[in-house]
């Protein structure tokens, strides 16, 4: 009897070593405006993990639908790297939206981006990202959300699952135009 139990926790332990933390408040938001995304901030220390997370975010958002979308900012030079994490480019990139006239900005925080210490090192990926609408600033989507991996996946593997599962929270409306509405 001992044995079955041990064996159904391990079970329940392993499944959920693979499972998605989730937490995410939004509104329905337009796919037909113009959208953004700032320079993420490293909170990690991963060198690069931020620009690596904005690719993932662009190519995400691309395929949701959103048509309008660029990058603001610019890359993170080798002697910015853990200076400031990259604060000052968001706000800088923030600044530039705003005089670009796009209507949402996605801004976003690599928490978590490596590989767990011991013999199956596991990847391990965590994100906060948030949607502001300008020109007010005001937060219209937040969301986080962290995932360990198994042991044979890669870091940018479960980075991609992560924020893909975090941005398909989001709820965009329209966001392909067909080409009868585009005439």
Not at 60 to 88: C, H, M, N, T
Not at 92 to 103: F, G, P
């Amino acid at each position: 009897m001992r044995k079955i139990q041990a064996l159904i926790m391990l079970l329940i332990v392993t499944v959920l070593a693979g499972c998605v933390t989730l937490a995410h408040k939004g509104s329905e938001l337009s796919g037909r405006d113009s959208w953004a995304v700032l320079p993420f901030i490293n909170n990690t220390e991963t060198p690069y993990a931020a620009e690596r997370a904005e690719s993932i975010v662009m190519a995400l958002l691309y395929a949701r639908g959103i048509q309008q979308l660029e990058k603001v900012g610019s890359d993170a030079k080798p002697e910015e790297l853990g200076l400031d994490r990259g604060e000052k480019r968001q706000r800088e990139a923030l600044e530039t939206a705003k005089q670009r006239q796009v209507r949402y900005v996605l801004s976003g925080a690599v928490n978590e981006w490596r590989y767990k210490v011991g013999l199956d090192g596991e990847p391990v990926a965590g994100f906060a990202l948030q949607v502001l609408e300008l020109p007010s600033g005001r937060v219209v989507w937040s969301g986080a959300a962290g995932k360990s991996g198994w042991s044979r996946d890669a870091v940018s593997s479960v980075a991609q699952q992560v924020l893909g599962r975090l941005l398909g929270e989001i709820s965009i409306s329209s966001a392909v135009v067909t080409r009868a509405e585009a005439k």
